[in-house]
């Protein structure tokens, strides 16, 4: 019957001091991760001598992870196959952001 989990002798309580190996004996290597963030603003009248309503409004768009590159999977996460505390399970996430400075 096979385990849930490609490694053997595993104990999620001992990740610290445990090493880690696959089912054929080698060791466990989580691969590469990299995330590409980008983020565009704006503000209006920043410079203007005379102010309009609308001036010092800006304007954010951005998006973090561009590529959705997925989080890396870890044998001895317990939940989602992976450690949330140092990667990013959402995938590609894109904001706005509307600010007026008065």
């Known amino acids: 019957m096979g385990t849930a ?53 800006r304007v954010t768009v951005g998006v973090n992870n561009v590529s959705d590159n997925l989080a890396p999977f870890i044998s001895s996460g317990s939940e989602d196959n992976t450690d949330k505390s140092t990667y990013d399970i959402l995938g590609r996430f894109v904001y706005f952001e509307l600010a007026k400075k008065f």
Do not use: C, H, I
């Open 5 to 57: 989990f490609p490694t053997t002798g595993n104990n999620v309580n001992t990740r610290l001091t445990s090493t880690y190996r696959a089912a054929n004996g080698s060791l466990w290597k989580v691969p590469a991760y990299y995330t590409v963030d980008m983020q565009l603003s704006y503000e209006f009248g920043k410079t203007k001598e005379t102010k309009d309503w609308y001036d010092r409004t």
